[in-house]
T-cell receptor, first 114, second 117 residues
Framework: AQSVAQPEDQVNVAEGNPLTVKCTYS??????LFWYVQYPNRGLQFLLKYITGDNLVKGSYGFEAEFNKSQTSFHLKKPSALVSDSALYFCAVRAKTGANNLFFGTGTRLTVIP | EPEVTQTPSHQVTQMGQEVILRCVPISNHLYFYWYRQILGQKVEFLVSFYNNEISEKSEIFDDQFSVERPDGSNFTLKIRSTKLEDSAMYFC???????????????FGPGTRLTVL
């Protein structure tokens, strides 16, 4: 079975400080991993994905994420948070073999404090 | 930049009524999906659709649900007899194609909020 855990419902960070949103996953075999962001009254916007290769992947709006196979983690990071980064962030996983559907975490609400 | 669009943005219906949620996937995409998000809960997969047939479906996608691609642009989700517990945000998504397999990024629409009274 595939699953994603986002252990923090809420993350608060001061503007200009680095941010981390945590994600761990469980999947049979190797994973494909994704981060999406949801702004109020908007759909899910794709940020970045890990497929293979370099464990550090860079995405939109200055976000990056590091794939750690031994810890089964894919934490989202940004060196310097902006107030406009405040949103709901979802981690998702699918296995390399099998169905294409994504399994999502419960989401982490990021608040960047001015 | 091409986007997935969904209509309506909000649908209110009475329990037992049929509803049709509409989506226009990104043109030239070949895979289409429906997901739902009950308020305060995670986004859950309902169904995927490729080459004019369902390719995968979840346990949630029971006989009251159906999907259709009635023409070259629309992708619809029909709920035959709505229940209170069907109240949720329904997201449509599309991805480029089978050749890239699971590396495809799924692009999501803004969602339709369904309220069943």
């Amino acid at each position: 079975a595939q699953s994603v855990a986002q252990p923090e419902d809420q993350v608060n960070v001061a503007e200009g400080n680095p941010l981390t949103v945590k994600c761990t996953y469980s999947v049979s075999g190797n994973p494909y991993l994704f981060w999406y962001v949801q702004y109020p009254n908007r759909g899910l916007q794709f940020l970045l994905k890990y497929i293979t290769g370099d464990n550090l992947v860079k995405g939109s709006y200055g976000f990056e994420a590091e794939f750690n196979k031994s810890q089964t983690s894919f934490h989202l990071k940004k060196p310097s948070a902006l107030v406009s980064d405040s949103a709901l962030y979802f981690c998702a996983v699918r296995a390399k073999t099998g169905a294409n559907n994504l399994f999502f975490g419960t989401g982490t609400r990021l608040t960047v404090i001015p | 930049e091409p986007e997935v669009t969904q209509t309506p943005s909000h649908q209110v219906t009475q329990m037992g009524q049929e509803v049709i949620l509409r989506c226009v996937p990104i043109s030239n995409h070949l895979y289409f999906y429906w997901y739902r998000q009950i308020l305060g809960q995670k986004v859950e997969f309902l169904v995927s659709f490729y080459n004019n047939e369902i390719s995968e479906k979840s346990e949630i996608f029971d006989d009251q649900f159906s999907v259709e691609r009635p023409d070259g642009s629309n992708f619809t989700l029909k709920i035959r007899s709505t229940k209170l517990e069907d109240s949720a945000m329904y997201f449509c998504a599309s991805s480029p194609g089978a050749r890239t397999g699971g590396t495809d990024t799924q692009y999501f629409g803004p969602g339709t909020r369904l309220t069943v009274l």
